[in-house]
């Protein structure tokens, strides 16, 4: 494959990550995003997909904007391996040549997308949060946070294609269903062989999880330092529990051992955008505010009128959590 034949490549692909047999979330944010891009280019957008028997997922593909799907099917990719899904994409790729691919910035786009990008030697931008077509030359513009969040740098990749990216979860807004759409479906053969994977997967152990996982839920309670000792987040539990939503938390929390780090909302964490955000003894640095600023209402918490989550803040209660979420959960409870 020539990937400096620029003019070769049509097409936004999606690479549609599943884990036994269910779309992990972020495939219908690509699939958003995905939309957008390809109108602005007036192409084709297509999902790829592999598995083992997965064709239920197509019409959902389908059903959330995509114009056709491409296909491979093989006992071999019941589990995701690097080798396998590797070999796959990379096959598909040089046959079909897509322009843009997205792909989530999760465990397995994280270890898919830099070997795809080195196999057909072209550039990957990891974790992007904005996307756009540049409108002169109709290069993909890829944004996403450097130094810590204190910069933004936006990437092209100027002469290979595809151009490559992986995208953070929660970011891009979700594809809107209709279930009226319809698609083409391309039966990619690859030909995959045991040989060509060298790991096994023996067994995969779920995480007992106790709480709704931060993206899933409509309001988080988030704590900062500022509840003082782990046994706070009991306390925002049972607000959280009362309003039927999840608890969050800052980074100096996760550090401080008083949390697991699957709470940690921010730059380095999760990013939410759920409909209320509560953040509880918060201040608001930068790498927070990263992670939760697209929330629909923010409400804050804090002692310090001066702390800096109150700029983003709908609502600001300048006060001790100690005080103000038992109130709260009084009035919850008699209303
Ligand atoms: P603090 O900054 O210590 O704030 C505590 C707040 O509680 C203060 O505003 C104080 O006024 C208030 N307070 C104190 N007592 C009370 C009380 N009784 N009632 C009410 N309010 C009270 N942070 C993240 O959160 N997520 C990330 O993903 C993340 N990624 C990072 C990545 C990098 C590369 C770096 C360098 C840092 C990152 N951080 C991240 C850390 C971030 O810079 C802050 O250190 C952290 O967010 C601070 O946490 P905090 O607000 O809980 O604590």
């Not at 330092?225 to 996760?254: P, Q, W, Y």
Request: net charge negative; hydrophobic share 40%.
């Amino acid at each position: 494959m020539d990937n400096r034949d620029i003019k070769s490549f049509k097409g936004v692909w999606v690479f549609a990550e599943q884990r036994q047999g269910v779309l992990t979330p972020v495939v219908i944010e690509l699939l958003g995003e995905g939309k957008k891009l390809a109108s602005k280019i007036g192409v084709e957008l297509c999902a790829f997909l592999a598995g083992d028997n997965v064709d239920d997922l197509i019409p959902e593909l389908i059903q959330y904007g995509a114009d056709k799907v491409y296909y491979v099917n093989n006992k071999l990719l019941h589990n995701y391996t690097t080798d396998g899904y590797a070999k796959v994409l990379e096959k598909a790729v040089e046959e079909y040549k897509p322009e843009i691919i997205l792909i989530g910035a999760t465990h397995i786009g994280r270890d898919l997308a830099p070997r795809i990008a080195s196999k057909l030697n072209t550039g990957l931008t990891a974790d992007c949060t904005k996307l756009e077509i540049d409108e002169e030359d109709g290069k993909l513009l890829q944004t996403r946070p450097a130094f810590g969040g204190n910069l933004m740098a936006t990437i092209i990749c100027p002469e290979t294609r595809p151009q490559m990216c992986t995208v953070r979860p929660g970011v891009m807004d979700k594809a809107i269903k209709d279930t009226s759409k319809t698609g083409d479906i391309i039966d990619v053969k690859v030909d995959l062989s045991e040989d060509d994977i060298r790991t096994e997967v023996l067994d995969i152990i779920k995480i007992k999880k106790d709480m709704i996982p931060l993206t899933d839920a409509d309001i988080i309670v988030s704590g900062g330092m500022g509840i003082k000792n782990a046994d706070g987040f009991k306390l925002l539990k049972e607000l959280a529990d009362i309003l039927g939503g999840t608890i969050g938390a800052s980074r100096a929390t996760v550090d401080a051992g008083w949390i697991d780090r699957s709470r940690q909302v921010g730059q380095t964490g999760t990013t939410v955008r759920p409909k209320v955000y509560i953040a509880c003894g918060i201040s608001g640095a930068i790498q927070h505010l990263a992670g939760m600023q697209d929330s629909g209402i923010i409400v804050a918490i804090n002692t310090n009128p001066n702390a800096p989550i109150f700029d983003v803040a709908d609502y600001g209660i300048v006060g001790d959590i100690y005080e103000v979420v038992p109130q709260l959960i009084e009035l919850l409870k008699d209303g």
